[in-house]
């Protein structure tokens, strides 16, 4: 995407920016639409076809998303804080890190407490797509925590991760949230051996898993009542209309959320209601859709500890802690390289 090892832009560059900040910009807006039209070019000329997930998350979506971490039915954020709040502050005290990498770091509220409870860490390096995003982030934790050296770092984290400036002292990546579910096998074994280059010999990766439960409720998670979750659905339609110039109509497409008890996942899909024809004129690309086709637009993997166990095995990585809520929903762990 880049050539050589230097980033697009390097932040800040003024005498009044936040001290000790660094911000690396390895993702340029225009490589981010090329990504797109790559990716949307070939997801809707596939079979079945598909669009990535990382798309739905413009400024839209993540406002959707954020709505739909206090539903009722989503009870995936709830149970991993419940976690950290109890057991995040033993575990820093535990794994001791001076370096911390936090891999979709948003606005990096889930590593303030962590933080809080590590005063080793002299390093926090903040990893996202999104540049806006990351300089808010950088200047609210310049303030927040004015002794630790901020480097960000903007990328994708399946293909940019390698950017990431190497360890200073024992190092703990962090990657929360369930996040890891939404790759397809094989691209979760690419990006958990990029996380094992990033680790030293005493460094550990802290990670969260949804745990496969009742189909039920894991249905409702993503099918709520409020629909919000069907509108975050429709959105990436949104996004994919405004960058390629598209002419797609959400409100055509019903979301579906679907349970794979026998693939431990939930799809989400958009059905076409009725036979529609749309035309992207950035890519010169007509699709054809009969009534019923659907759009794959998000597999969200559920695990046990045995899988991940296999998953962490298969990129060089081995359990040393587990830690679940009281409902067995949810589980953070810290792996160690092997």
């Given amino acids: 995407m880049l050539a050589g090892n230097s980033p697009v832009s390097v932040w800040p560059r003024t005498a009044d920016a936040p001290p000790r900040v660094r911000l690396d910009v390895r993702l340029s807006g225009a490589a981010r639409r090329a990504a797109l039209a790559r990716d949307v070019r070939r997801g809707l000329t596939?079979?079945?076809?598909?669009?990535?997930?990382?798309?739905?998350?413009?400024?839209?979506?993540?406002?959707?998303?954020?709505?739909?971490?206090?539903?009722?039915?989503?009870?995936?954020t709830r149970a991993e804080r419940s976690i950290l709040d109890v057991r995040g502050a033993p575990l820093m005290r535990l794994v001791r890190p001076t370096d911390v990498v936090e891999i979709g770091a948003g606005m990096a509220a889930k590593i303030r407490p962590l933080l809080r409870a590590a005063p080793a860490v002299s390093r926090y390096v903040p990893f996202d797509v999104d540049e806006d995003t990351m300089r808010a982030a950088c200047v609210t934790l310049a303030r927040a925590f004015p002794a630790v050296e901020l480097h960000g770092v903007v990328g994708d984290f399946e293909s940019d991760l390698?950017?990431?400036?190497?360890?200073?002292?024992?190092?703990?990546?962090?990657?929360?949230?369930?996040?890891i579910g939404n790759l397809e096998p094989s691209a979760r074994r690419r990006f958990l051996r990029s996380v094992r280059g990033l680790l030293n010999g005493d460094g550990r990766f802290l990670l969260g898993v949804d745990l496969m439960k009742d189909?039920?409720?894991?249905?409702?998670?993503?099918?709520?009542?409020?629909?919000?979750?069907?509108?975050?659905?429709r959105n990436v339609l949104r996004v994919v209309n405004r960058e390629l110039f598209g002419d797609f109509d959400p409100e055509?497409?019903?979301?579906?959320?679907?349970?794979?008890v026998g693939a431990e996942r939930v799809e989400m899909h958009l059905v076409a209601e009725r036979a529609q024809r749309v035309r992207l004129e950035a890519l010169d690309l007509t699709v054809e859709f009969a009534a019923g086709e659907s759009i794959w637009t998000e597999s969200s993997y559920?695990?046990?500890?045995?899988?991940?166990?296999?998953m962490l095995a298969a990129g060089g990585l081995?359990?040393?802690r587990w830690l679940t809520d009281r409902d067995d929903h949810f589980a953070i762990l810290t792996a160690a390289p092997v």
């Fill in 46 to 76: 596939s079979t079945p076809r598909r669009l990535p997930p990382k798309y739905f998350y413009d400024a839209e979506g993540s406002a959707l998303f954020n709505r739909i971490t206090h539903l009722p039915e989503y009870y995936l």
């Fill in 162 to 179: 390698a950017h990431v400036p190497p360890p200073r002292g024992r190092r703990l990546v962090t990657f929360l949230g369930s996040t």
């Fill in 252 to 260: 055509a497409f019903r979301h579906e959320a679907r349970v794979d």
């Fill in 302 to 310: 559920k695990f046990t500890r045995r899988s991940v166990e296999r």
């Fill in 318 to 320: 081995r359990i040393d």
């Fill in 215 to 233: 189909p039920r409720m894991l249905h409702a998670a993503y099918d709520d009542a409020q629909a919000v979750t069907a509108a975050f659905n």
